[in-house]
C-alpha cells in the first residue's frame, strides 16, 4: 500500500521545523507501512555539499560477526576514496553504525565522486545535495525520527515515505525517497506499482544510469533524472513521466526549490492536497495532513494524469 | 405454470435440479433472534440529542459511542473533531441525525441503511459504500469511488469527488456539485447519477442500467455508454431532487445532458424481479 507525504512552505524562510511535522504526517500514515520510513528534507544550504549514505543495511550487524571490522574499512575506504578525488570532508556525523553523514567541499565532477565512493562493496550514496538531507531506515517515522535526531530539523519542505514492501525486500536499499542520481538534490517518493519497471530499467542501464535497488520506484528518480539531464524542467520532465509509466501510482518530487506532485491517468492511487497561501501539504490521506492543523481545512483530490508543482 | 420448451438443454437435465435452499436450511436456526430480527437497528427518540468530542478517540471508540447512544434512544448525534478518521459512522441500520463537525476519513459511513448523515468537512475515499437507505451530504469535497455499490437512499457532495464515483451503483442517488473524475458510473447497474460540473474520461463504462445526468463537460464517454434523450419527467425530477438539498445545476437542469447504458446486458431484462432482486 503505502504511504506518502510532503510538505512546502511558501515564504516561511528556513526556520520552520519540518522534521517535526513530517514525522507527524508519516507517523499518521504507518498503517500504510510499518516496514521503512523515509525523509528527503531541505534546509539550509551553507555552500558545502551534503553527502548522506550507508556502509551496510541494519540487518548486517546481526548476521555477520565481522561486521564491524568490514564497516571500519569501507569507511576508511570512502574516506580515501574522496581524498584521491579532491573531495575535502569538512564534517562528519553518524546517527548509526552504518549511516552516515558528510559535508564536504567539492568542485569536480559529482557523478565520477559518486561512482568511485560506490564501488567500495557494500557503500550506496542516499543522496548528495547543497540543502537534500535524505534519510530511511527501517520502522515507523517515530523510530526513524528518533534515531536520526529529525525532529530538530528546520527547512523549507520535505518529502516522505512510510512503507509497505510489496515488490523487494525489507531493508534500506529499498526503502524510499530515492535520490534521482547524479542529480544534486533531487528527490522522489512513489505509492503504486509500475508494470513496466524491468523493460524501462533495461533501457536506461544502457544509456548509463545506475539502479542500487530492484524497487520499481527507483525507476521514477533515475526517468526524472534522464530528462533534467535533457534539459527539461520539473514539470515537463513530471509530465512526461505520466506517458512513460505503465502502472498505478501517485509520486511526490522534490528539488532544491520545488515540490511537485504526479498521478497515474487512471487515478487509481490515493492523494489529498491543502493548498494554503503559504504553506502546502500533500499525503495518501487527510489524516496526516490534519496533524498540522487544530481546525477544519480545505482539501482535494488531484485527478487522473494530473501533475501540480509547487514553488517555496 | 408456462410449459418448459423442451430444449437440448432441457434433454441435458439442466432444468430437472429442485432447488430447495439449502444453504438456509442448514445455517437457520428459529431459536436464533438475529434470524427474525433487523440486528443492531434500535428505536431512537429524534427529540434526545448527545454530542461526542472524538479528538482523542479511535474509529472504533467513535462506532461503540454511536451504538451506545442509539441502544439508550438518542436520535441525534453529533460528532466532534473526528480529524479524518477512517471507517467512523458505519454499520446504522436505524433513523438517525447525525452530524459530522468536520472532515471524516475513508470508508466513512458505509453500510448504512436509514440514518440522514450531514458531514461538515470532507470525506475520503468510498464514502458511502454500499448504503441502504438514508441520505449523506458533505459539505466539502470527497475521494475517490464516491457511494461505490450504493443500493438506495441519496448521497450528496456540495463539492468536488475523485474518481470512480458510483462504482457498481445499484440503487439510490448520487448527487454531486462539482467535478467527478474519471471512470464515475464504472458499472453503473441501477440508480441515478447527477453531476452539475464536469465529468472526467470513460463515464459510464461498461455501465448496463441507469442514468447519468452531466451539466458539464464529459471528458469521454466509456464503452456502452451513449447520450439519452431528456424528458420532462428527467426535467422535473432533477429540479424537485435537486431543491431538496438546496443545489442548482449552474446552466438549468434542461440543458443537463442525459447518459443511459447503449447496450442491454445478455438476458438481463429476461430476468424475473425476484431474480433481479437476487443479482442486484
Known sequence: MCGIAGIIHKNAGKDVNIGEQMTAMLQALKHRGPDSTGYAMYGEDNGNNVVRFKVAEAADLEGSFDIHAAIEDRVAAVNSRMDDLGAKIVKKESATEYSHRYEIQFSGDMKKLADFVEDIEGVEILSIGNSLELIKDLGDAAVVSEQYGLNQFNGTHGIGHTRMATESDVDIRSAHPYWAYPFSDVAVVHNGQLTNYWTNRRALELKGHRFSSNCDSELIAVYIAERMSQGKDLESAMKDSVEYLDGVFTYLVATKDQLGMAKDVMAAKPMVVYEGDDMIALASEEVAIRTLFDHRIETFDPYHGEVKVWQN | ?280
Open chain 2, 1 to 280: 405454470m408456462a410449459e418448459l420448451k423442451k430444449d437440448s438443454s432441457y434433454e441435458m437435465g439442466l432444468h430437472q435440479e429442485q432447488l430447495k435452499g439449502r444453504t438456509q436450511q442448514k445455517f437457520f436456526s428459529i431459536d436464533e433472534s438475529a434470524n427474525l430480527t433487523y440486528f443492531h437497528s434500535f428505536e431512537v427518540d429524534t427529540n434526545k440529542s448527545a454530542t461526542i468530542d472524538a479528538l482523542d478517540m479511535t474509529p472504533r471508540e467513535i462506532n461503540r459511542e454511536i451504538r451506545a447512544l442509539m441502544e439508550s434512544g438518542i436520535g441525534n448525534i453529533t460528532v466532534d473533531n473526528p480529524m479524518s478518521r477512517h471507517g467512523v459512522g458505519v454499520g446504522i441500520l436505524n433513523r438517525l441525525n447525525l452530524t459530522f463537525s468536520d472532515s471524516l476519513g475513508y470508508f466513512g459511513c458505509g453500510l448504512i441503511d436509514g440514518p440522514n448523515v450531514h458531514i461538515k468537512g470532507r470525506v475520503g475515499w468510498s464514502c458511502a459504500e454500499n448504503m441502504m437507505a438514508g441520505t449523506v451530504v458533505i459539505d466539502g469535497n470527497a475521494g475517490s469511488t464516491f457511494g461505490a455499490a450504493i443500493r438506495g437512499g441519496d448521497l450528496v457532495c456540495k463539492g468536488s469527488v475523485g474518481a470512480r464515483t458510483g462504482i457498481d451503483q445499484k440503487g439510490g442517488t448520487i448527487i454531486v456539485g462539482g467535478k467527478t473524475g474519471a471512470f464515475s458510473g464504472f458499472m453503473m447497474q441501477r440508480g441515478r447519477m447527477i453531476v452539475l460540473g464536469d465529468a472526467g474520461m470513460n463515464l459510464g463504462d461498461s455501465m448496463y442500467d441507469g442514468t447519468i445526468y452531466v451539466g458539464g463537460e464529459v471528458e469521454e464517454l466509456g464503452v456502452d455508454c451513449v447520450p439519452g434523450e431528456m424528458t420532462e419527467l428527467d426535467v422535473r425530477y432533477l429540479t424537485e431532487k435537486l431543491g431538496n438539498y438546496d443545489m442548482k445545476a449552474p446552466n438549468g437542469v434542461e440543458k443537463m445532458q442525459k447518459y443511459v447504458s447503449g447496450k442491454t446486458l445478455w438476458n438481463y431484462d429476461n430476468l424475473e424481479p425476484a431474480e433481479k432482486k437476487l443479482i442486484l
